[in-house]
């Protein structure tokens, strides 16, 4: 029989591979349209969500190895908030710790998603709601993601954007005006332009996402290995990496995957 840690962390596990599946697959079907456009928010949630207990799930078992097995108090994990950014560097100089080949570097359009994702966890999630109250002037983190697909539609090639344009010219008028998803007066050829490049950069935006938890496998194995192998305690904690192969998907697989299954 396995005992109640080992149980606990395999729930863990469970709840967070199901958080970063679920943030993925919104993400991938999100745009900016009335029927899609709620799958930005649930998207978000769910990898704020996910990346926040992938990375408590590694410092505890930091923890553990540099403390006689005992566990963080609960203080110490709240200590860590929803601060997503801070966790990450925390968990960056844990990979350069056990000198894993994999380290934890993001480029310039990975920063962004992590400074979304940091910020949407600390209180931008309410961004509606407390604008209705207060009117805080604060970032929308529909805009903030509208930059991070405008970053990775420029990562596309120049012909498929030229494409992309085309059809849009042939779907709204110069003189016809929407508005956007934030608010903004834009023309419908605009309009069907953004619609048209977010469906394309958006697998895109998945694989940044899968490249930045890549490394994380790797460390959660490190980390057992040790635990397994200083104190022999197979019974208290699990194959934390098992939870989370999709990590190591290839970017090829990434950009054709339209739904992960759990």
């Known amino acids: 029989m396995r005992n109640k840690e080992y149980l606990l962390l395999v729930q863990e596990g469970h709840l967070t ?4 599946i679920g943030g993925l697959n919104s993400i991938r079907q999100s ?5 899609k456009r709620g799958l930005f928010y649930s998207g978000l949630f769910e990898l704020a969500t996910g990346f926040e207990r992938l990375m408590k799930i590694i410092f505890i078992l930091d923890y553990k190895i540099n403390n006689d097995f005992k566990n ?3 203080k110490q994990l709240r200590d860590f908030s929803h601060d997503t950014k801070n966790l990450f560097v925390k968990c960056a100089e844990l990979a350069l710790k056990y000198n894993l080949k994999s380290e934890l570097i993001l480029n310039d359009r990975q920063t962004k998603i992590l400074n979304v994702l940091s910020s949407f966890g600390k209180g931008s999630r309410y961004y509606n ?4 109250a207060e009117g ?9 993601w509208l930059d991070v697909i405008d970053d990775h539609t420029l990562e596309l ?6 494409r992309l344009q085309q059809i849009a010219l042939s779907q709204g008028k110069p003189n016809s005006w929407c508005q956007n998803i934030t608010g903004e007066p834009v023309t419908t050829i605009d309009y069907h332009y953004y619609m048209l490049t977010t469906e394309k950069a958006t697998p895109h935006i998945i694989w940044s996402v899968i490249d930045m938890l890549r490394p994380f496998y ?9 635990l397994h192998d200083k104190w022999n305690q ?5 194959f934390m990496c098992d939870f989370f192969p999709f990590f190591l998907t290839q970017k090829h697989a990434v950009l054709k995957r339209k739904r992960w299954a759990l």
């Open 31 to 35: 745009n900016i349209g009335d029927n």
């Open 129 to 132: 709601l407390t604008e209705l």
């Open 157 to 162: 090639r120049s012909d498929v954007r030229e």
């Open 136 to 144: 805080n002037n604060k970032i929308d983190p529909i805009a903030q």
């Open 234 to 238: 197979e019974e208290s904690i699990p």
């Open 17 to 20: 591979r199901s958080a970063l």
């Open 218 to 226: 790797s460390l959660l194995h490190e980390q057992v290995r040790i």
């Open 72 to 74: 963080p108090s609960d």
